[in-house]
Every structure is written in structure tokens, then in C-alpha cells.
């Protein structure tokens, strides 16, 4: 039986008090973003959306985010709320003389998560309104508009067999016929993709490949530079990358910043804690890992070498060796 067997079933409308929008505007908001984030934002179109970093010098992940460009003089960039205040102070430190204003536009919009059978009812809806590009449900990184409702669909990558999507809107979209799900259950489906956001207990924790980025679409080694560019890109290509990001279960609840340790190493850890879900009493995490020892089959264990046992499950995509 497979862990998606013995899950609630991804499906409805959920809130997202957790996170924000950051909004880029000005004639240089493209150029500026494109030359501080892992993945392209001048030559992304508006169909598009994508995952990316935001680094310090050393390539350490600062923030990430999932970001549209609905018009070529404005970037939304979606990410945790918590760390909102502190990643617009930090980019406008280097906005100098471009031509471009960061805000906190959280207040402006309603932000929702969207998955599903409601999604693909959404997704039909949208379809037979007008003539948007084909869809596909199973095509992540796609910016979808909703012209009726004044949003914006933005495609994730899917988790537990069901497709996910963020819905950005300026105004309160009508979903009434679409069942509500509980915040708890669409944060289990976040673990169960696979792709952590960085928050406040993990900032400057990775570097992207720690959690997988550059297998999801979150990295793009062909673009310009950007802070960290050099370490993210020798991390890559200089050697096999030692730490990735694991799915894991837990054996109770644990928290985002949490040492990771093996039975037999009481000093040094082993890995991180990125994000949880907890759902009634099921506990899952992203864990950040030494490849050696998941390879080797260790056993796990939370803030000591005798804390709670965790226990790896598959990935839901396949690392990439050829980027």
C-alpha cells in the first residue's frame, strides 16, 4: 500500500495565512529581479511562472519564491510571510538608480491554494470562458489569468497524485461551489511535493541544490549573474553534490530548523529540517541530508542521536545529473 493510500484525498480551497506577495513595479522590474534571483525573469513570459532563490554572497538561500510577471512592469512574487519585511529590505539595497519599487502587497490580494478535482473543475471553467493556451494539470510552472476574477492561477508541481496551484486574485474570487480544505491538509501536500520554502527558522540554511531546486526547475545555470551565482554554479558542476532534500516521516512532531542526526554520531549533524506538515497525528517532513547517509540506510533521529526517529520515503520527481 502506498503512503498516498493512507492520506486524505488533495482536494478544495485552501487559505494560506503563512504566506505573502512581494510586488516588483517599475520599468526595470524584470532586468532588476532577473539579476538577483536563480531563475530567469526578463525573458519569462506571461503564460509562465517559476520557482526561484534569492541568495547572499555565499549562495545560501535568503528567501524563495514562486513568481508570475503579469505585465513587463510588474513581478508578484509569492513566499513566506515571515520573511517578507527582511527580503524587501535586502533587495532594495540594490536597486540604487533602476527603475523599480519593492512593496509588501500581501494586503492586496487574496491568497489561496487551489487543488484537485476544484482545480480541474477551475481549470475547465477557465477553458470555456475563453481560449488560454492549452492546459495541462500535470505542467507546473504555468501563470493561467482568470479574467472574470481578476486572478491568476500559477501551476505547482503536483503532490499525493494531484495537481496543486497557487490563486493569486485582487479581488475576493467566488469559489463558493468548491469545498473548503483545512491549511493543515494543503502544508501536507507541500511536504509530499517535495519543494520546501525557505522561512525564518531555515534562512541562509541551504544553498538551492540542498533542496533539490535545480531538479524542479528552480535554478537556471544559462541566465546572468546573480548574488551566490558562483557558488551555486561550482556546488554544480565542481563534484557530486553531498546534501539533498528527502521527503521523510515522523514519529512525532518535529519543527523547521531542527538538527539531524544518525544513531551512531552524538556531536556532529547530519541534516536539517526544512519544513513540516502535521495532520491530526501524521507528521512529515523536508529534511535537508547527507546523501551518504541515506545510502547507507542510517537511522535518523531528531535534535540528538536518541531524539524521534525519522523515516525516508521516495522523492515524488526524479533528481536530475544533466542540467
Excluded at 491538509?185 to 541562509?204: D, N, R
Excluded at 533539490?212 to 541566465?223: H, L, M
Excluded at 540506510?297 to 525516508?312: D, E, F, N, P
Aim: contains cysteine; charged residues 15%; aromatic residues 8%.
Amino acid at each position: 500500500m502506498s503512503t498516498h493510500s493512507l492520506l486524505p484525498v488533495l482536494d478544495g480551497v485552501a487559505p494560506l495565512p503563512y504566506l505573502g506577495v512581494i510586488r516588483a513595479f517599475g520599468e526595470d522590474a524584470a532586468n532588476f529581479l532577473h539579476n538577483q534571483l536563480t531563475q530567469d525573469v526578463l525573458l519569462m513570459k506571461a503564460d509562465q511562472c517559476h520557482l526561484g532563490a534569492f541568495c547572499n554572497a555565499k549562495g545560501r538561500m535568503q528567501a524563495s519564491f514562486v513568481y508570475c510577471k503579469p505585465n513587463p512592469n510588474e513581478v508578484l512574487l509569492v513566499c513566506r510571510r515571515d520573511l517578507i519585511p527582511q527580503t524587501v529590505k535586502r533587495l532594495s539595497m540594490f536597486v540604487l538608480r533602476a527603475k523599480v519599487k519593492l512593496t509588501d502587497a500581501t494586503a492586496d490580494f487574496h491568497l489561496l491554494g487551489l487543488a484537485g478535482k476544484s482545480l480541474e473543475s477551475v481549470l475547465s471553467s477557465i477553458a470555456q470562458q475563453s481560449s488560454p493556451p492549452e492546459i495541462s494539470l500535470n505542467q507546473a510552472w504555468r501563470c493561467i489569468p482568470w479574467a472574470s476574477e481578476q486572478a491568476h492561477i500559477l501551476t505547482l508541481y503536483p503532490a499525493m497524485e494531484q495537481p496543486r496551484a497557487l490563486l493569486l486574485a485582487a479581488s475576493t474570487p467566488n469559489l463558493s461551489a468548491y469545498p473548503s480544505m483545512d491549511v493543515a491538509l494543503w502544508q501536507l501536500g507541500e511536504v509530499m511535493s517535495g519543494i520546501a520554502w525557505v522561512e525564518q527558522a531555515t534562512f541562509e540554511a541551504f544553498v538551492p541544490q540542498m533542496l533539490n531546486y535545480e531538479s524542479v526547475d528552480g535554478v537556471n545555470f544559462k541566465k546572468g549573474c546573480y548574488p551566490g551565482q558562483e557558488v551555486v554554479a561550482r556546488s554544480q558542476f565542481r563534484g557530486t553534490l553531498k546534501r539533498r532534500a528527502y521527503v521523510v516521516q515522523s514519529d512525532g512532531a518535529i519543527a523547521a530548523g531542527q538538527e539531524i542526526f544518525t544513531s551512531d554520531a552524538t556531536v556532529q549533524p547530519c541534516g536539517l529540517v526544512a519544513q513540516v506538515a502535521t495532520l491530526s497525528d501524521q507528521n512529515y517532513a523536508i529534511v535537508e541530508l547527507q546523501t551518504t547517509v541515506v545510502d547507507e540506510k542510517k537511522s535518523l533521529h531528531v535534535g540528538t542521536s536518541a531524539g524521534l526517529q525519522l523515516h525516508v520515503l521516495p522523492l515524488p520527481y526524479v533528481l536530475r545529473d544533466d542540467i
